[in-house]
Structures are given as C-alpha cells and as structure tokens.
C-alpha cells in the first residue's frame, strides 16, 4: 500500500505533467474546503473560484520546479496560498478606494474585459495541454506507454515493471524517472 505522501508526490508530478485528472481529483479534494472557509470570512462563491484558481496556478508553477518540495500535504499548501491571497486582496481592498462608476456602461465594460481574461486564460491553458500531447507523441514508445499507463491509468510501479518485461518495479521506476526528464526537455524546447 503506498503511503499518503508517495500518493500526493505522484499527484504533484502527474499535475506538473499537465495531467487533467490530477489537476481534477486536486480540485475535487480541496475546493469546498477553501470555498467554504473563504466564505465564512466575508468572501462570496466568485471570490472562492477565482482565489482557489489563482493558488492551483501557483501549486502548477512551483510543481514544475524540480527544487520545489512539497513539505505538508498538497491541500494544507492550497490553503495557506489560498488564505495568504485572500488576506492580501482584503488588505488592498482597505488601502485602495473601490471606484464608483457613474454609470451601468462602465460596469458592462469591466465584466467583458474580466470574461475576455478568462477566455484568454483558458486558450492558454488548452494550447499547453496540446503542447504536452504533442510532447508525449514525440517521446515516442515506450516512454509514451510508460508515462500514461503511470499517469493516465494509474498503474503501480509493479504493474508497469510486469506489463514492460522490467526484472523488478525500481527499473521501472528509473525509466520512468528517464522518460519524465525527456518529456519535459521536449515540452519546453517546443514551448521556445
């Protein structure tokens, strides 16, 4: 049985890859936590979805860190990103007058730049997914098999080790060590 660590590492790494279930099965862990405790603190459900992205692009940039490690579990660093941010953004709230508009115009104004944000911010975020599955096809076999059999259909070291004809789960595990490194040398050579 592998250790709760070992699971929220692996989790970190498939995040890092830019692997939609991971980035899913964070989201479904720990939203309502910071949700609800951002909401019992003046903030609104909109504040919630907008603060809790903002700390998972964080966790994604320091995932891709080969320095970063994670010392606590992945959802107490969400939310110590998340309550840092909220505490920030209340702090310039005080410090900063909210304009008053004069009138609706410029409201409508600033709710299309907010959604033109957010379109753009979800091209980005398709365009990097297809980088990865461009970068994964380049990888070529059996990296490709290696990495989404780990990733993709979450397979055991020992079943990979089995399902490749490696003599035990640690060549396995160095190969796929070897395989992420490759992946990630292409991903970011085509992001130049």
């Known amino acids: 049985m592998q250790s709760q660590f070992n699971i929220e590492q692996q989790l970190l790494a498939a995040l ?20 609800g405790w951002l909401q019992k603190n003046g903030g609104t459900s909109a504040d919630a979805a907008d603060l809790f992205q903002e700390a998972m692009v964080v966790l994604f940039g320091k995932a891709q860190d080969e320095e970063f490690r994670l010392t606590c579990s992945i959802g107490t660093y969400l939310f110590a990103i998340s309550k840092h941010l909220w505490y920030k953004k209340l702090q310039k709230q005080h410090r900063e007058p909210v304009p008053l508009h004069e009138n609706k115009g410029d409201d409508d104004e600033d709710t299309g730049i907010a959604y033109e944000d957010d379109i753009n911010t979800h091209k980005e975020r398709e365009a990097h997914y297809e980088q990865l599955d461009a970068a994964l096809d380049q990888l070529g076999e059996p990296c490709r098999s290696i990495l989404r059999a780990y990733y993709h259909h979450d397979k055991s070291m020992q079943e990979i080790a089995a399902s490749f004809g490696y003599t035990n789960p640690e060549n396995a595990k160095t190969q796929k060590y070897k395989c992420l490194t490759r992946l990630r040398k292409i991903f970011y050579a085509g992001m130049d």
């Open 16 to 35: 890092a890859a830019g692997d939609r279930a991971a980035t899913e099965q964070i989201y479904s862990q720990n939203y309502h936590i910071i949700s």
